[in-house]
């Protein structure tokens, strides 16, 4: 594949996240590789691509390269330097042991890249600032290398959220609104995730004050965490630190300092919440899960009881599937009677967590049963319109994998489950199209086509080929392969297939892992005809 009049030879994908795929790509001018992301527009608002720009003038060793920004095929792409090394996030999940030198000047370094950004004019706000955006190059030296989600004004309530899951301010989360001191919230977060258990009194003070709720009371800059860890890193763990900090924080009269510990407090709640469902979601931690949990009071979070029990039993205290599925019917009233009280989000993801335990604790059939009635409350119950597009589409994803994992398990109900997830597939088409991310859009069709084949719907399965086709002419994913393949299956006429044939060409399918074998079909197609 070819990028930008054919500058660009994209040779494969480094990775992919929420914002978009990162290639590896060859400069045919230049005849160097670059790193280039690609997003789709409707992922962004309209001025995204002159807000990227204001980047190519960044000039800073903390902070990766970009050189070049430009939009065709309903795509925004970002050419950056490629950079060498691991990402902070697979760095500290390996179990490498950091020394703590090296964390304070990994701190320092980010600080120094944030900082930078802010003062650029105009201001440019990260607004995705996380670990797996911050990589250590094989030298040691720590660069910023993600800006997909970057703004170079303030957000407001009418804003889209963008951000990561466990690293978005509650303001960001909730209302969009992001500015200097929703990146600093991120960059707490991001000092938490490093230093884990190893957080000095001092460094534990660092980061509450990063992730207070209130943006007000959270440090004003970068520079200010900076001269921060300046001090914790000349002066250790001695008395003397925490006499210095306090005396430059807030801590100047009672009642401040009463307001301070009840807003550390709250801090503290709330980030030993937040590390703890990322143990739980994205880590799988189980054991760390409850760790966190025992740290969360349970009249601020009172699911947090559910999940430390559910933890504890994951974690191989016990294997009784009876009394984790008594402690699973428990969370499920609770949710559905406070899901007014603790809002949207938390509701979507204690469904979430209910129905991932059921379906890993068995998953001969029961589980995926429970499952399905616990996410279809969610889905199609009187709170769904209040699910947020994001927790709507994962939260419908889990169910068409339930679904379909069922039906594989019994013959007789696969039918009914297929025909079951292909409308709900049809609903995630939607939410697709609407967040304009046509990939996934065309993947929800292609897999439609899918389903339809295996309970013997051909007709069905063809015309979900044939629109994916024509709603997105050109698109590579659009399952040409397998549409080829049934239609020879299906004896149609040797016209049709060619023209499938040609498209399929003409998109790019001569990378398909397929490929050849479909290539000899036809030519041996062409034979018999």
């Not at 960044?58 to 090394?85: E, L, N, Q, W």
């Not at 659009?478 to 549409?483: A, K, M, T, V």
């Not at 790019?508 to 490929?515: K, L, M, Q, S, V």
Request: glycine share 6%; net charge negative.
């Amino acid at each position: 594949m070819y990028l930008s009049d054919g500058r660009y030879r994209v040779i494969g994908e480094l990775g992919s996240g929420g914002f978009g795929s990162v290639y590896l790509a060859e400069d045919q001018t230049l005849r160097k590789m670059w790193a280039i992301k690609k997003i789709p527009e409707g992922l962004l608002k309209e001025a995204a691509e002159a807000e990227l720009s204001v980047l190519t003038r960044a000039s800073h060793p903390g902070i990766v390269r970009i050189t070049d920004v430009f939009r065709t095929d309903g795509h925004i792409y970002i050419v950056m330097d490629h950079v060498k090394g691991m990402n902070l996030s697979k760095l500290i999940r390996s179990g490498i042991k950091i020394p703590e030198k090296t964390l304070f000047t990994w701190i320092i370094e980010i600080c120094d890249a944030v900082s930078y950004l802010h003062g650029m004019s105009p201001p440019v706000i990260i607004r995705d600032l996380k670990p797996d955006n911050i990589m250590v190059r094989p030298e040691g030296h720590i660069i910023l290398i993600d800006f997909g989600a970057a703004s170079v004004s303030k957000g407001t309530p009418e804003d889209y959220v963008c951000g990561s899951k466990g690293y978005m301010a509650p303001e960001q989360l909730t209302q969009g609104k992001t500015d200097e001191r929703s990146d600093i919230f991120s960059l707490g977060r991001v000092i938490a995730f490093a230093a884990g258990d190893k957080k000095t009194f001092g460094l534990n003070y660092v980061v509450k004050r990063c992730t207070a709720s209130d943006p007000d009371r959270r440090y004003k800059n970068a520079g200010q965490i900076k001269r921060d860890i300046l001090i914790l890193s000349n002066l250790g763990k001695s008395a003397i630190v925490l006499i210095i900090i306090l005396i430059i924080g807030l801590f100047i009269t009672v009642n401040t300092i009463k307001e301070t510990e009840e807003l550390n407090a709250a801090a503290a709640a709330e980030q030993a919440y937040s590390q703890a469902l990322m143990c739980f979601y994205d880590l799988k931690d189980y054991e760390d899960t409850a760790r966190y949990l025992k740290n969360v009071p349970e009249e601020t979070y009172p699911e947090s009881r559910y999940y430390l029990q559910i933890s504890t039993m994951l974690s191989g205290a016990s294997s009784d599937r009876t009394e984790l599925w008594e402690i699973l019917e428990e969370f499920c009233s609770f949710n559905e009677s406070s899901a007014s009280e603790i809002g949207a989000d938390r509701y979507i993801k204690n469904t979430l967590c209910i129905a991932k335990t059921y379906i890993s604790s068995d998953e001969k059939g029961e589980g995926y049963e429970k499952a399905e009635k616990t996410l279809k409350k969610a889905l199609c119950g009187g709170y769904k319109d209040k699910i947020s597009a994001g927790y709507e589409a994962e939260t419908i994803r889990l169910m068409i994998n339930s679904l379909i994992s069922e039906g594989r398990l019994n013959e007789e109900k696969k039918k009914a489950k297929y025909e079951e997830a292909i409308s709900f597939l049809s609903r995630l088409e939607r939410l697709d199209e609407d967040a304009g991310d046509s990939d996934s859009a065309v993947r929800d069709i292609t897999d439609t086509a899918l389903l339809y084949t295996e309970i013997k719907e051909y007709d069905k399965a063809l015309e979900a080929y044939a629109r994916a086709e024509r709603e997105y002419p050109g698109n590579a994913k659009l399952g040409y392969i397998q549409h080829i393949l049934l239609l020879m299956r299906c004896e149609r006429p040797k016209a049709e297939i060619e023209r499938v044939w040609e498209t399929a060409l003409e998109a790019g399918i001569t990378r398909d892992e397929d490929y050849e074998i479909v290539k000899e079909r036809m030519d041996a197609y062409d034979k018999d005809i």
